[in-house]
């Protein structure tokens, strides 16, 4: 059987995404008290994924790029540490709101996370922020999410996770793992009962709860898979 | 908003608008959608259907005989999101599951199919989009470890077949490479593996809608996916099991199947298709007394139709009837009909599945 392109392998290809969406879209949500556990575990499993695609690398490996202005897998892990660390300081904000009780949503800008879409220069993205908004009300969380993981539309990252060009490897594989068990970390012990009810919105992401913003950071973790094995595929990648 | 009770509502209004429609057209294609709809909301959303309460998870057993107060045909399909539900939500690591001797025989093909669901689609959603072949092995091997684990005895068969049904539904993209990894491990794991590809074909979007040749591309899909002959059989069974089950209450969707079956010529998987999914439904529900006896009951005259029904289905079921299902039944080897055989005389024991 021929594993390349043909129509069947396209209709299986969309079968699997529109299944997929059918299949987050009916999942029973985890009982209460176990909603972080599944989210991380769902985010570990992505982590495990970007581990094994760099536990052999070499350092020139790691660093090669396939073209001005495209990411070497150094660069797509050091950026998904730094998103890591973005989505960690919120969550740490959420876990410190919902102690205090009272508002259960933290409103982000364009000036907070400068994220953007194809073609749409950052600056301009602040304009859209009510449309955006409008849009996002009636969009799904799993459409968004699923919407992160298939490249169809070609994303521009915030300012904060723009990665630097040279990173050891080593280095980065201690991070990947230090850097999972740091959020981990705060989802362990008692955590504020109203943490469940607590959200985050952007206009360009739209309100997501905790479990749905891990759920976008696994696909976004997904999608970089998708790239750093383009990398590795390449033919002039050092063997 | 709760976009996971819109989408049932959804289901639910779709199913309704088909049986409206059954009724103005002609063709089994709009009761052919509202049984597939309800198989799969029954499934999908058993929590609602039983009501089961979120803030505490009831004992399996409980859920269970909730489900029996549905009927016959519903009760199947809602077991089986029970053993979804249930397996989903239990505390990892997990084992004896299904081996409280408290729950019924006659739930085990539904709880075990519906454990197996949800088993292979944890293990999958954890090895990424593109496993090393050491990762996919790997994951299988846990998978299997995990089926064996939790599955009453007698039963493991049941409980892994779903992975052919999770990979090819969620993850068709590792479709041979999972299959082959499979065999790799355990040859009949390889067959029980194409034999739940087969199923998972008749609920793929691209074989959703019961218009168009929907039967006939979803047996052309089988032929084509499935590598080897040994796996076609496997995956022709398993689409034609899945019809059959689904649309048991109304036999003349399988009428319908049989003319794009016998264009095939694979008239052996066929009818293991559909003795086995009737065994199953025997053993599920013992007590019906209302629809097994259609499949049993010869067509009269000589039409293409009647002749290809006695053939497929009535000459065939009455002779596993007669002999294969009393012995299955009594050595507690049902499962053993989740993959093609060429003859329903149970085989040899295997102590490895036990």
Known sequence: MSEGFSLASAGRALDGALSRLVNDLVAVPPPAGQEWSAALSKYRGAREGTMALIRDLTQEQCDFTPAPGVWSIGQNVEHLLLTERLYRTQFRNLIALAGKGGESNIALTFEHIDTSIAFIPRDVMPLLTIPLNIFNVFVPGIVRETMFRIPLISAVNPTASNPAPYHSVTDLRARAIASLAETGELFRGDLPSNLRNMTLSHPLLGTNNIPEIFGIITAHEERHHGQMRRVLENPRFPR | ?354
């Open chain 2, 1 to 354: 908003m709760d976009y996971r009770a819109n989408f049932g509502t959804v289901l639910g209004l779709m199913q309704r608008s088909a049986q409206v429609m059954s009724f103005l057209l002609p063709g089994h294609e709009m009761q052919e959608a509202q049984n597939k709809l309800e198989a799969f909301r029954l499934f999908a959303y058993v929590d609602q259907e039983l009501r089961i309460p979120t803030e505490r998870l009831l004992p399996l057993d409980a859920l269970v005989r909730r489900a029996f107060d549905l009927g016959h045909h519903e009760r199947i399909f809602a077991i089986e999101g029970v053993g979804h539900y249930y397996a989903g939500l239990a505390a990892s690591p997990v084992t004896g599951l299904l081996q409280d001797r408290q729950l019924p025989d006659c739930a085990m093909v539904s709880l075990h199919a519906g454990m197996g669901t949800s088993f292979a689609g944890t293990m999958l959603s954890r090895l990424g989009a593109d496993p090393s072949k050491a990762a996919l092995r790997d994951g299988l091997l846990r998978f299997f470890d995990l089926c064996r684990d939790n599955a009453r005895p007698g039963w493991y068969e049941n409980a892994i077949e779903p992975l052919g049904l999770s990979v090819r539904t969620l993850h068709p993209h590792l479709l041979a490479r999972a299959g082959a990894a499979a065999g790799e491990i355990d040859i009949e794991a390889q067959r029980l593996y194409w034999h739940g590809v087969g199923r998972s074909l008749y609920f793929v979007p691209m074989n959703f809608m019961t218009f168009g040749g929907s039967h006939e591309r979803a047996l052309r899909t089988a032929i084509d996916e499935a590598p080897t002959v040994e796996d076609r059989r496997n995956a022709v069974a398993g689409l034609v099991w899945a019809v059959t089950l689904v649309n048991l209450c109304h036999p003349r969707v399988l009428q319908s199947l049989l003319p794009a079956c016998n264009s095939i010529r694979m008239p052996g998987a066929v009818k293991n298709g559909i003795v086995s999914a009737l065994i199953v439904w025997k053993h599920m529900v013992p007590e019906d007394t209302e629809f097994l006896p259609l499949y049993l009951q010869h067509a009269s005259g000589s039409s293409m139709d009647g002749g290809l029904w006695n053939d497929y289905v009535v000459d065939p079921a009455r002779e596993a009837f007669a002999a294969a299902f009393p012995a299955l039944a009594k050595e507690d080897r049902i499962a053993s009909v989740f993959q093609f055989q060429e003859s329903f005389v149970p085989p040899v024991t295997k102590a490895s599945h036990a």
